[in-house]
């Protein structure tokens, strides 16, 4: 709610006749001004705290308890720690519940209250798509909460996992940091991390996949605490649509400018980089956002830059999902669809850092590592799309990756 839509509610009062009475009274300007004053002050207040309110433990809302006994996360409420572990909590619930939202209306959809044969259907039960909740724990620090949902009508996979680890960083992780340009010394790191991670597989091949991860480190050096966040969304379609890549980069992009005007053009190319897969020549999907080592400009509003972009998952890809899970497909795409996860697992086994840093960690949970994995893909030797095909189309893209929301001709526009 702003200062105009308040307006506009109090203009449209004008039409009332008791408005009007009440209007041509000498307080009625100094009443106005102090509701609006008072609203003032109240919604600048919601809005300062809002990121604050979210991560009140919602117990009976998550999947599974948190990893952090409720003692512990109660006593340290400030702490980045808590706050992102209740945030990740709530991501998970959010979207698996919105997931499962959609293979009960796919459920429903199958037969009208009229086609019930209720004398033989009232006893069948209903077949319902439902996530596995394990909530796991590791010896040396932590655990995590593994959700899974499989065989589904709209979704063959779902995997949407958080975890919560410490402990001492294996040398293969402190190598992959340093590569990155992290100054760490000591032989002994304990760290800490925390994340939330999701790859969606659906069933329809002209539903696009979707991958998100965000998450949040401490080591623990002889100089103190290093911190810093890292993350993205990023979406891979079988078919080109170009309307809901337009339509998901720009709900990213809004999320990232409520924080910085830059963010966006630059977490963009950093995610066509990353999700490369340089023995094929292409990349994994038409991309999104991605980051790594934020530490700046503080905590506080890294953290709150992490959490719009989490928030935004939902509004970008359950639009998608519910626009075309009902959309006509063949054998054809069905196998296209096959062999384009057939990509994705290549990129998830060997570049992805996340998997790298899972399978590399001590007391590693692999069945949750590897979620991330379809149910079913496909390789098939030399597979090469016929000229002008809509797999085609698809390719050129994963080759050349595009300015979707036209930035760059914009500035161009605008210098000239």
């Known amino acids: 709610m702003s200062y105009k839509v308040i307006t506009r509610c109090f203009s449209s009062l004008s039409y009332v006749e008791t408005f009007k009475k009440i209007r041509d009274r000498p307080a009625y300007r100094l009443y106005c001004a102090a509701i609006l004053g008072t609203g003032y002050v109240a919604y600048n207040q919601l809005k300062n705290n809002k990121a604050e309110m979210k991560e009140i433990m919602q117990l009976k809302n998550y999947m599974a308890d948190p990893i952090t006994p409720l003692e512990q996360l109660e006593k340290n409420k400030d702490d980045m720690k808590t706050q992102m572990e209740l945030l990740i909590m709530r991501i998970q619930a959010e979207f698996c519940r919105a997931l499962e939202a959609e293979e009960d209306k796919a459920w429903e959809d199958e037969k009208t209250p009229d086609e019930y044969d209720f004398d033989n259907d009232v ?17 040396e620090g932590g655990g995590g909460i593994t959700c899974v949902l499989q065989d589904g009508r709209v979704f063959e996979k779902a995997g949407v996992n958080i975890s919560v680890v410490s402990g001492t960083l294996p040398p293969a992780a402190v190598q992959q940091m340093r590569s990155r340009g992290k100054k760490l010394e000591n032989a002994e790191l304990p760290f800490f991390a925390a994340g939330v991670s999701a790859v969606i597989h659906p069933r329809n091949p002209m539903v696009p996949t979707i991958h998100f991860n965000y998450r949040y480190f401490e080591v623990q050096d002889k100089d103190g605490v290093q911190w810093w966040f890292g993350g993205g969304t990023d979406l891979t379609p079988y078919y080109l649509n170009e309307e809901d890549a337009v339509y998901f980069h720009i709900t990213l992009k809004n999320a990232c400018d409520r924080h910085d005007p830059t963010y966006y053009e630059k977490f963009k190319k950093w995610c066509d980089d990353y999700f490369y897969i340089p023995h094929r020549g292409e990349r994994r999907g038409v991309g999104g956002i991605f980051f790594d080592d934020i530490d ?13 972009c989490a ?70 030797y030399m597979n090469t799309p016929k000229p002008n095909s809509p797999e085609e189309k698809l390719m050129r893209v994963l080759k050349e990756p595009l300015d979707w929301l036209n930035l760059n001709r914009q500035q161009t526009r605008s210098v000239a």
């Open 311 to 380: 928030e935004a998952v939902i509004p970008s890809y359950l639009p998608l999902v519910q626009k075309h899970k009902d959309d006509a497909y063949g054998y054809s795409e069905r196998q296209w669809q096959l062999l384009r996860r057939g990509r994705y697992v290549e990129f998830n086994l060997m570049y992805d850092r996340g998997t790298k840093f899972g399978l590399h960690t001590p007391q590693a949970r692999y069945e949750s590592i590897l979620m991330s994995l379809p149910l079913n893909a496909k390789w098939e």
């Open 123 to 139: 006893f069948l039960i209903s077949p319902e798509a439902k996530f596995q909740v394990d909530r796991w724990l590791r010896k």
């Open 296 to 308: 700046a400009p503080s905590q506080d509003k890294a953290f709150k830059f992490v959490t719009s």
